[in-house]
């Protein structure tokens, strides 16, 4: 495709859109985490470090969605860009230290989570990627 006109801005009204769009998916869902959380009895920092990983988590859906305006991330293959894997591999690193180490959890204010809350992560991740893929499909040229 041709390169985008110089004259045209670089955060048009469809990608302002979409940044508000995953903002507002990031936000419900570091919401409804960390209320499940509490809610389920877990301590306040267990709840955080809940909602802390849900932000990553639907970060990293929407870094390997921005790969493309208007496929969904399923078409462009998830293993194309060796160094995005990279990255999203030390990040999850990261997470993984700032989650379960105890040295990062009193630097941190963080807490070990159980497999339950993975599960409520990854399975908002996956709604998040949907709802994405969702607005690329019904407002795809908007961009």
């Keep these: 495709r041709p390169p985008r006109d110089p004259a045209r801005p670089l955060?048009?009204?469809?990608?302002?859109?979409?940044?508000?769009?995953?903002?507002?998916?990031?936000?419900?869902?570091?919401?409804w985490i960390f209320n499940?959380?509490?809610?389920?009895?877990?301590e306040l920092a267990e709840a955080r470090t809940a909602a802390v990983n849900l932000l990553v988590a639907v970060q990293v859906v929407y870094l390997f969605s921005?790969?493309?305006?208007?496929?969904?991330?399923?078409?462009?293959?998830?293993?194309?860009?060796p160094w995005v894997i990279g990255g999203v591999l030390v990040q999850l690193a990261g997470q993984l230290l700032?989650?379960?180490?105890?040295?990062?959890n009193a630097l941190?204010?963080?807490?070990p989570?159980?497999?339950?809350?993975?599960?409520?992560?990854?399975a908002?991740?996956?709604?998040?990627s949907a709802v994405i893929a969702a607005d690329k499909?019904?407002?795809p040229r908007v961009m």
Excluded: K, Q
């Design 66 to 81: 921005c790969r493309s305006l208007t496929r969904p991330v399923w078409r462009l293959g998830f293993f194309s860009n």
């Design 11 to 31: 955060l048009t009204v469809g990608l302002t859109a979409r940044i508000a769009l995953v903002s507002a998916l990031m936000v419900i869902g570091a919401w």
């Design 98 to 104: 700032i989650t379960y180490t105890p040295v990062m």
């Design 124 to 128: 908002f991740a996956v709604l998040a």
């Design 36 to 42: 499940w959380e509490r809610s389920a009895g877990v």
């Design 108 to 111: 941190f204010g963080t807490a």
């Design 113 to 122: 989570i159980d497999a339950g809350a993975w599960l409520r992560v990854a």
């Design 137 to 139: 499909h019904f407002r």
